[in-house]
């Protein structure tokens, strides 16, 4: 448990209005105690479905791709999104993978690094060009 926080006058966040008093009694920005609670483990659990992306049937050039992404995304996260809220920073101590057997994840700069040959090598399956340019043009309203 820890205590701080600051507790805001929204009215007179300054604490010198003449008709109200000053913080000296109680108005403006005032401390006050906060408690935090913690947890003493918390353990996060991924999982990935091989079976319903190869299930697409997409290729196996877009199967690793897709793959990939998902492993990059989990990385990242463990890597940079740990700030889940206010006062709460945890840190990624252990990574394990049960499932396939013997499977190492890749770290973050690797999957970063494979991922535009990826991309490449899936491209045939995505649209040429890449970006569609789709213009709309209302109808004349018909008024009566």
Same mark, same amino acid.
């Given at each position: ?6 507790? =805001?006058d929204?009215v ?7 008709d ?12 006050? =105690?906060?408690?935090?609670?913690? @947890? ?10 091989? @079976? #319903? $992306? ?14 990939? $992404?998902?492993?990059?995304?989990? #990385? ?15 840190? @990624?101590? $252990? ?6 057997g ?5 770290? =973050?700069?690797?999957l ?9 090598? @899936? ?7 890449? $970006?569609?340019?789709?213009?709309? #043009? ?5 008024k009566?």
């Amino acid at each position: 448990m820890s205590s701080g926080g600051v507790k =805001h006058d929204r009215v007179d966040a300054t604490g010198k209005a003449k008709d109200k008093g000053g913080a000296g009694e109680g108005y403006g920005n005032v401390p006050y =105690h906060r408690e935090e609670y913690t @947890a003493e483990k918390i353990t996060a659990y991924f999982s990935l479905d091989l @079976a #319903q $992306i190869r299930g697409y049937r997409l290729g196996v050039d877009v199967e690793n791709l897709l793959i990939a $992404i998902a492993l990059y995304k989990i #990385q990242r996260f463990l890597d940079r999104g740990l700030r889940l809220r206010t006062a709460c920073d945890l840190e @990624a101590t $252990i990574t394990e993978v049960k499932r396939p057997g013997g499977f190492e994840l890749p770290s =973050h700069a690797e999957l970063a690094k494979a991922l535009p040959s990826l991309v490449k090598a @899936a491209a045939s399956a995505f649209a040429n060009p890449p $970006i569609t340019v789709v213009q709309y #043009q209302a109808e004349e309203s018909k008024k009566k």
